[in-house]
């Protein structure tokens, strides 16, 4: 089965994923809000399967992981502890003529902004562009009835603050020890001076973050652990090994509160390329050190066994919940021409563990008590997991519509079903059929989706 390589693929995406119910523009019917994007039907199933798997990995199947949710508004000074109010900047530029506003080293500004050689690109005018002045990228709102400075908070940038201000109340009603962990996913928001490439920046987001605390000393051996756990988890997403690689953060590429720094890149192609994912970041002290320092309450922890107190290091991993969906939707598209059919199909060959629906089921014809079979069953899977029931058209397009949307497999009942109670199970990527008990349909899917 050739498969046709597609230079296109985040465009084909964008039409799939509206046309299927996967993800929208937000408020489309206005005009739409600027790089915000709702998740319909099929696209929330996707995100919230990546969620739990998330979950599980980092904070159910280990003992050294606590889950946290923290509020997305936090007391002002947690931004000025974090360093995100003098620091969390981009330096932007505006142009005079059109009003037009572009981060300050974008490669399609011709000429140094603030002089006349300067050219805006997108009226063309030449020496209508400011000087780069710093704007800082968070959301601002007000809390209470009073609209002034002494109301200001903020939508978080990131979870991880809120990790930070709870590392003792965590530590303390779980008693874990060092090492251990806190994990949270959550909403966060950034008001990004050039998003763009569909949800892969976002000025809405979500990030699924674990901050990781250890003895000083010892950071560098749990980074490295972190580092190949991660890249192991975005595999086991199916994510291709070849389209995922580490980028190691030079010097000058270091954010202000970071010792080392690895990102996770995928390749998503085209123009984006290998592009971060997922951060890994050893913070040394730098957060907990800022949150005592600010507001005055010791945050270091006891040692007991050893009669110590230390302020513990943090290693940190940092991924964003809708980049690694777009991963995923753009890893698992693909176009294929079938032996022996004219039309080609499109199939997302999305990880059964995270495809939206698992199985569709289909009555090969509309008579014989085969939609009464096929009801049935689909009833009785519904209670495990998310099925698909489909009666309408040729088999072979009711196939095509479910490989579109990523489901695994396909359950026919046919004639043969009603006389013997079996049914077909067709493969999604090998488009094998084989023929099972309807008994055992449910038993035979339920295991392959969580392996
Ligand atoms: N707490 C550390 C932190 O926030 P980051 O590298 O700024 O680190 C981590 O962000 C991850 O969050 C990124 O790897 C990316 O997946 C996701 N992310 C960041 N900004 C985003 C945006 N504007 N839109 C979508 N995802 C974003």
């Not at 509206?18 to 709702?38: A, H, L, N, P």
């Not at 995100?47 to 798997?53: A, C, F, G, Q, S």
Request: charge should be negative.
């Amino acid at each position: 089965m050739p498969v046709t390589a597609s230079p296109d693929v985040l465009e084909k995406l964008v039409s799939l994923c509206k046309r299927r119910g996967f993800i929208f523009q937000s408020s489309e019917i206005y005009g739409g809000t600027g790089s915000v994007w709702d998740y319909g039907p099929l696209g929330v199933e996707l995100k919230k399967n990546l969620k739990d798997r998330w979950w599980h990995a980092m904070v159910r199947a280990r003992d050294d992981i606590e889950g946290l949710d923290a509020a997305i508004l936090m007391h002002p000074r947690v931004w000025e502890a974090s360093g995100h109010v003098a620091t969390f900047t981009d330096p932007l530029v505006d142009c005079r003529n059109c009003k037009k506003r572009f981060r300050a080293d974008d490669p399609k500004i011709k000429g140094t902004p603030g002089t006349p050689d300067a050219q805006c690109p997108a009226c063309g005018m030449k020496g209508t562009l400011s000087e780069p002045r710093l704007f800082n990228l968070m959301f601002k709102t007000y809390m209470g009835p009073v609209e002034d400075s002494a109301s200001i908070v903020y939508l978080r940038p990131e979870t991880a603050q809120g990790i930070y201000v709870n590392f003792l109340n965590v530590q303390q009603s779980t008693r874990q020890k060092v090492p251990f962990g806190i994990a949270q996913i959550g909403k966060a928001f950034r008001n990004e001076i050039t998003p763009g490439n569909f949800i892969f920046r976002t000025r809405e987001f979500e990030q699924m973050e674990m901050q990781f605390f250890v003895e000083p000393g010892t950071d560098m051996h749990w980074f490295e652990y972190w580092k190949e756990q991660r890249l192991n988890w975005h595999k086991s997403l199916g994510l291709a090994a070849e389209r995922l690689e580490f980028h190691q953060h030079s010097k000058e590429e270091l954010a202000h509160y970071a010792r080392a720094a690895f990102d996770i890149q995928f390749d998503f192609g085209g123009t984006l390329g290998f592009q971060e994912i997922e951060g890994v970041h050893n913070r040394g002290d730098f957060d907990l050190s800022r949150h005592q320092e600010y507001s005055g309450k010791k945050l270091e922890y006891f040692d007991q066994p050893n009669n110590k107190r230390f302020l513990p290091f943090v290693v940190e991993t940092s991924v964003g919940a809708d980049r690694t969906t777009l991963a995923v939707l753009v890893n698992a598209f693909r176009e294929e021409s079938v032996e022996g059919e004219d039309e080609g199909r499109t199939v997302l060959g999305i990880h059964p563990s995270l495809a939206p629906i698992k199985a569709g089921v289909f009555p090969l014809v509309k008579k014989d008590g085969m939609p009464e079979f096929a009801e049935k069953l689909t009833a009785e899977l519904r209670q495990r997991f998310p099925v698909f029931y489909d009666e309408s058209g040729a088999i072979g397009r009711r196939y095509r519509r479910q490989d579109e949307v990523g489901t695994p497999y396909c359950i026919t009942v046919d004639g043969q079903t009603m006389e013997d109670g079996t049914v077909t199970i067709r493969d999604r990527d090998t488009l094998q059929q084989e023929r099972v008990a309807a008994d055992h349909v449910a038993r035979i899917i339920q295991a392959r989706i969580l392996t």
